[in-house]
């Protein structure tokens, strides 16, 4: 190419550049994805083009595919064209631009639309580190993962404003990898509901199936609930389990919390009834994963915010140690109200703490750090007046710091009977017994008296 020809080249692409600023480039188009640009595998999704009014062809392009993708001519020139597709698959996923042709020329294209495609992959899983419980102004790790060798993770947050981040997984073990987001601080009154999903690099707009959704729960401080056990606190293996979860504040929902545990079930409250409300919580069969500390807390469905926590409830689950302590007591089984009485709970082996539970009772167990004495492992309970309250049949278990909501298997049952007497009845009933008693001496004085005088007269009566 002469050097005189290049230049004239140059001048006349500069020129027809500025001719077509001046003759003013239609507008920018608009793209958009409804019912929205994350869509499930399989489900229709309607890509609108938004020029202006007398466009006369509409192109989409695909990012990776050869220009242009698709075209659309309006039948009456017009300001939008839609591209629909009935049913999304993995290849409809990725970057899409469009521009349109005006009678004063080509737009220029419009802002990148990203359409992802979600359900190719099965879902990663989603929890709360340390716990889906946050107190207000406080920071939460959370954490998806799954088995799938996922490359990366993307977290999204429900609600008003979508927002989503992205992570490239950390670690490759035998397929696992998983993504920690920094979540925080956390407020209140608003609300915090996750799902997370897994994708590869290879293909980052083709999303696995979502998580299962995550809401943390930030305590306010509106009337704590209380939360009991249906079967008391002390349960077997095998048995079912439900914690009831209630309160007179009219919640309309409740959620219960395990101490470390990462998910928190919720339960709709249908109809509150005088302000009184509550949920049940059926935490299947026992199990030792169900040994902790639960609380529970109760909301508004359609508000954010939650009330102050319950109390803590201690569920242990017995017979989860080989060991079954002994229960014996002094002074017997049968005492007298105002007496001292003291259980005593030995084991053979080591213990570090002993539990003495009464049958019916709601109250905690009591516990007792164990003593070494006499070759066993032992805690005295010792109960001093002691009331007919005391009375009732008593169990012992034992267990280990390393997990203290696990037990033994329960001692014999012992029965305590407490007699009601008091000192005072005492004294009145022997009064009575002595009374008694001197009316049947007079009695038999009475009759001794007659029965002589009787004789006197035979006497008399013979003698004549
Ligand atoms: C796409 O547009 C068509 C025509 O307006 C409409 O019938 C259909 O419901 C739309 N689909 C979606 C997913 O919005
Ligand atoms: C939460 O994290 C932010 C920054 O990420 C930090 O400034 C703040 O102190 C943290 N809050 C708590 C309670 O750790
Ligand atoms: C992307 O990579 C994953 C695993 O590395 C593979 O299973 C998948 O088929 C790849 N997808 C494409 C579109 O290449
Ligand atoms: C536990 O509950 C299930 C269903 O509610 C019931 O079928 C089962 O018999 C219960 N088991 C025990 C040990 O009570
Ligand atoms: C919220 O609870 C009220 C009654 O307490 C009920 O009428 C309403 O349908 C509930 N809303 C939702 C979204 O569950």
Not at 173 to 187: C, D, E, K, Y
Not at 329 to 352: H, I, M, Y
Request: glycine share 10%; charged share 15%.
């Amino acid at each position: 190419m002469t050097p005189i020809l290049t230049a004239l080249l140059c001048l006349g692409l500069s020129v027809g550049l500025r001719t077509r600023v001046q003759a003013g480039t239609p507008p920018k188009p608009t793209l958009q994805a409804e019912p929205g640009s994350v869509i499930p595998w399989g489900s229709p999704v309607n890509i609108t083009c938004q020029g202006t009014l007398g466009a006369e062809e509409y192109h989409l392009d695909k990012e990776g595919n050869t220009p242009p993708w698709k075209t659309q001519k309006p039948p009456n020139p017009g300001d939008k064209a839609m591209f629909s597709i009935t049913r999304t698959t993995d290849n409809d996923a990725g970057r899409y631009r469009c521009y349109y042709r005006s009678p004063s020329g080509w737009s220029e294209s419009s802002d990148p639309l990203e359409l992802v495609v979600t359900g190719p992959y099965r879902k990663p899983s989603l929890s709360a580190l340390p716990s889906p419980v946050v107190t207000s102004g406080g920071n939460v790790t959370l954490q998806c993962g799954s088995g799938q060798g996922f490359d990366r993770f993307i977290l999204t947050k429900e609600g008003e404003h979508r927002l989503s981040w992205t992570l490239d997984s950390q670690q490759h073990i035998r397929g696992q990898s998983q993504a920690l987001f920094p979540v925080g601080p956390v407020t209140p009154n608003l609300w915090w509901t996750f799902r997370c999903y897994g994708c590869y690099r290879n293909s980052t707009q083709v999303w696995s199936q979502p998580s299962d959704p995550l809401e943390l729960l930030v305590p306010g401080v509106s009337g704590k609930p209380s939360l009991l056990a249906q079967q008391g606190p002390i349960v077997a293996s095998g048995q079912n389990l439900t914690l009831r979860c209630r309160s007179d504040v009219g919640y309309d929902r409740f959620a219960l919390s395990k101490e470390g545990g990462q998910d928190l079930p919720q339960s709709l409250v249908l109809q509150p009834q005088a302000g009184l409300s509550q949920a049940d919580f059926s935490l299947d069969t026992v199990s030792t994963s169900h040994g902790g500390r639960y609380r529970c807390y109760g909301g508004h469905n359609l508000s954010s915010e939650w009330s102050a926590p319950s109390d803590p409830l201690d569920i242990l689950v017995a017979g989860q140690l080989s060991d079954r302590p002994s229960l014996t007591v002094q002074p017997g089984t049968t005492v007298t109200s105002g007496e001292k009485v003291t259980l005593l709970c030995q084991s053979q082996t080591l213990k570090d703490t002993f539990l003495l539970s009464k049958e019916g009772a709601a109250d905690p167990p009591l516990r007792l750090p164990s003593h070494h004495r006499a070759q066993q492992f032992q805690a005295e309970f010792s109960m001093s007046p002691v009331t007919s309250a005391h009375g009732g049949t008593y169990r012992c278990y034992s267990s280990l710091s390393t997990a203290p909501y696990l037990l033994s298997h329960p001692s014999e049952p012992l029965e305590l009977r407490v007699s009601a007497s008091h000192p005072l009845d005492y004294t009145v009933e022997n009064l009575i017994r002595l009374g008694v008693a001197g009316l049947i001496l007079v009695v038999l004085g009475v009759l001794l008296f007659q029965a002589q005088n009787c004789q006197t007269s035979i006497h008399q009566e013979t003698g004549v």
